[in-house]
């Protein structure tokens, strides 16, 4: 009897999940080519495993291998699986006050992105995502988004007027381009290509990192302007209940790697943006690049967004993240 249950016992320890590798699965959409993918292959897959002496392993599904964005923030948040790879957009309708971080023509240049986000803003803006669920892994970088249409040149917030453009579903972008005069359509990035190249919609807004990676010059886009309207983030986001269930030493340690993907992320985004500028131009698209003060005319016909997100969020909170930009 003795015998029969040290077997059990020493077969119960074996299967038991101190000793078992656990899986820290990451959803993501954007394509295998991207900074985000290659720093997550590159850093915080080997180096999870190895800071957790082998107890935790990560793995990366992307190209929407789990569903569409909305899907994939959705499993994060329950816990199903350990992360989302997103543009900050697809979390806003958890977290609201990230939509502050895409007010229009809010950033002038990636030095501000840094200094803003890496100080108590940002903090706060982790803060928020802890009470809904998400733990902030890192703010990465989507990078500063720019029209593309299949119609004509946009110089001025006039050649907006009437365009159907795709949008993600973040409140402040929508009600920015409909202050612009254009008509919009919340279209899932999987669906975004089809959705130009039949001319459901006349033109779309992104990084230039997506709109080479996604080949959006094939699918009719032959212009593109270099508005900068919005400084996208690419969202680390954690499952707040899953992070929370790991062992504090291991979930230090996990924390750290990502924190140094974060990093790595950023150094390869800003390396790569002439390089995709350069595929887009090879395409025959025609760029036009806005003057200082094309750029403050765009502004000025934005800023009733900046009121009318004072009505959603705290207007402190705009206000702060306003005045820190300046």
């Known amino acids: 009897m003795r015998k029969m249950l040290s077997s059990v016992a020493l077969a119960a320890w074996l299967v038991s999940p101190v000793s078992a590798q656990e899986t820290l699965r990451i959803g993501g959409v954007i394509f295998g080519e991207h900074s985000s993918v290659r720093a997550i292959k590159e850093v915080f897959i080997p180096e999870v495993e190895k800071a957790t002496g082998g107890r935790y392993k990560a ?175 690419l969202m680390f986001a954690a499952s707040k209940r899953m992070l929370d269930g790991i062992p504090a030493a291991d979930r230090a340690a996990i924390i750290e790697v990502a924190r140094k993907t974060t990093i790595k992320q950023l150094e390869y985004a800003l390396s790569e943006e002439g390089k995709f500028k350069a595929d887009v131009q090879s395409k025959g698209v025609q760029i036009t690049t806005l003057d200082a003060a094309q750029r403050d005319a765009f502004r000025k016909a934005s800023q009733p967004v900046y009121e009318q997100i004072r009505k959603t969020l705290d207007p402190a909170l705009v206000d702060r993240f306003v005045a820190a930009t300046r």
């Open 59 to 233: 793995q990366l599904f992307f190209n929407g291998e789990l569903g569409g964005n909305a899907e994939i923030v959705q499993q994060a948040r329950n816990g199903t699986i350990f992360a989302a790879l997103v543009s900050s957009a697809w979390i806003t309708s958890y977290v609201p006050e990230l939509g502050v971080t895409g007010l229009p023509f809010l950033f002038n240049d990636r030095e501000t992105v840094a200094r803003v986000l890496g100080g108590p803003l940002g903090a706060e803006l982790t803060k928020a995502m802890d009470a809904r669920g998400f733990s902030n892994l890192g703010f990465m970088e989507l990078g500063f988004r720019h029209l593309t249409n299949s119609k004509r040149a946009v110089a001025s917030p006039d050649d907006i007027k009437g365009l159907k453009i795709r949008l993600q579903a973040n409140p402040v972008h929508i009600e920015t381009f409909k202050t612009l005069g254009a008509a919009t359509a919340q279209i899932d990035g999987k669906e975004l290509f089809p959705a130009l190249r039949q001319g459901v919609i006349d033109g779309q807004e992104n990084p230039y990192s997506v709109i080479s990676m996604f080949k959006i010059p094939d699918a009719g886009q032959k212009f593109l302007s270099e508005t900068g309207h919005f400084y996208d983030m």
